[in-house]
């Protein structure tokens, strides 16, 4: 098929994800016909540096030969086949894998498909639990505020990115939203790097006063990636970790978006040295080839539900391709590249570069923090530096600046004012600096108009 084939045929047919359709009459869709390392190549031959790692997914470059060849050999054996009643060698070596490297006693996985269905595994989980185990009052869950943790309802119900929310309110099951750090705009006036994260008092707080009818508090550790890469320290996480355990109340760390080596660190819990009670991952495990993902947890959750077919207490959750071998095989794969390749070690000189950017950026009149963690940063463009305004949504200039990007050959996809970059954890130290010097440019041109 050629380009205007592809074009027109999507136009006619496909409804794309989180997107006005309306958009596509002036910026069509780009066809994509292939990967290479840190780029994408269009159908008609055009490279783009895919810097935010396709919605976050993809850890070592598109395309990639070890992983290829995981997918090859694994279809040549079996491309799935169902998980109740039946199991695989490479589940089995992942499961194994990931409970040695988590962290605390986290030693059984639930296997799902997507990031929102290990959410929704984890609320149930935590629900189930204590209905069994004698505390059937905790039916709540506590979540912050700009928090993100999915599309599907449950998910759904604990995020608190308005836009993404507001429709579904009246469908949502009610939890507590507990006002989320936010360290740009600290109220405290402190700065994430040498505070004792007073702002945690809302949690503690909503605790104190609910924790009987509470299962569970999620969150995403360190970095509320949906809502604009806002970062916040370790110590949020040690105090979470306290209280939850001071009042019985699970802790759901969702490091969907953080974990795997984003952080600097394998997972972002690493940081503070907490150990969640449940813990999501999805997105990079499979090295962004295919959809999995798991929900970790303790010997103790699942031990509340091992009992005799006739109490009744199984976990009956399940989706058709839980345990998929050919993504189970590509995660495998995954945590030997990390092991054989030193790929955290090989994050220093990135870092470097983005943290030397910093000081570039902010220098500028219209950045008002550009902010990081690991191998994740953001630029927080305002209107006002003074008064930390940002633009006002409807002028869309994250929206602009992700065109403009495209046009210099990079993909930015900002979220709000918020440029940020997620890049491949290997990504060329060259081809790191052209993001940098692509994301300049625009931001010069994007602030300049009105
Ligand atoms: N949790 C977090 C922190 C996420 O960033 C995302 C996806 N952006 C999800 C959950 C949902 O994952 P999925 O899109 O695979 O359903």
Redesign the pocket.
């Known amino acids: 098929m050629n380009y205007e084939e592809i074009i027109r045929l999507d136009r006619e047919h496909v409804w794309h994800p989180c997107t006005q359709e309306k958009d596509h009459e002036r910026l069509p869709p780009i066809a994509i016909e292939r990967g290479e390392g840190s780029y994408l190549v269009t159908a008609r031959g055009e490279r783009i540096i895919d810097a935010v790692s396709s919605?976050?997914v993809n850890l070592f470059g598109h395309n990639h030969p070890r992983l290829n060849r995981a997918l090859l050999e694994q279809s040549q054996r079996i491309a799935h086949h169902i998980f109740a009643g039946f199991t695989h060698e490479p589940a089995v070596k992942l499961a194994h894998r990931l409970c040695e490297r988590a962290p605390g006693k986290l030693n059984r996985v639930f296997f799902a498909d997507?990031?929102?269905?290990?959410?929704e595994v984890a609320l149930k989980m935590s629900f189930q639990y204590w209905q069994q185990s004698g505390k059937p009052g905790k039916t709540r869950f506590v979540s912050l505020t700009e928090a993100?943790?999915?599309?599907?309802l449950g998910?759904l119900a604990v995020s608190g990115c308005e836009l993404y929310r507001k429709t579904y309110q009246p469908i949502l099951m009610q939890g507590f939203s507990v006002q989320g750090p936010d360290c740009y705009r600290c109220p405290y006036g402190l700065h994430r790097d040498q505070c004792d994260a007073p702002c945690f008092e809302h949690m503690e707080r909503t605790l104190a006063a609910h924790h009987r009818e509470i299962a569970a508090v999620i969150i995403?550790p360190l970095i509320q990636?949906?809502a604009g890469m806002r970062i916040h320290p370790p110590i949020y996480l040690k105090k979470l970790r306290a209280l939850c355990d001071h009042y019985q109340v699970h802790y759901i760390a969702?490091e969907?978006?953080?974990g795997f080596g984003r952080t600097g660190r394998f997972f972002a819990n690493e940081h503070a040295g907490t150990a969640p009670d449940i813990l999501?991952l999805?997105?990079g495990i499979t090295g962004g080839y295919l959809?999995l993902?798991v929900a970790l947890t303790t010997d103790e959750i699942y031990h509340g539900f091992y009992d005799d077919y006739t109490t009744l207490k199984a976990f009956l959750h399940s989706h058709s391709y839980t345990g998929n071998p050919l993504a189970c095989a590509l995660a495998v794969e995954v945590m030997n590249i990390f092991d054989e390749e030193d790929i955290l070690g090989g994050l220093e000189p990135r870092m470097d570069m983005l943290e030397a950017a910093r000081a570039r950026f902010e220098a500028h009149p219209h950045v008002g923090e550009m902010r990081r963690c690991g191998l994740v940063a953001a630029i927080e463009m305002v209107e006002s530096k003074e008064e930390k305004r940002g633009y006002p949504w409807q002028q869309r200039r994250g929206y602009r600046f992700y065109q403009e990007a495209l046009k210099r050959g990079a993909l930015l996809r900002p979220l709000g004012n918020v440029i940020y970059f997620m890049p491949p954890l290997n990504i060329p130290q060259d081809v790191l600096a052209r993001v940098l010097d692509i994301a300049w440019d625009c931001l010069e041109d994007i602030t300049r108009e009105s």
């Open positions: 919605w976050w997507n990031g929102s269905a290990a959410v993100y943790h999915g599309e599907t998910a995403e990636a949906a969702d969907i978006a953080v999501c999805s997105k959809p993902s």
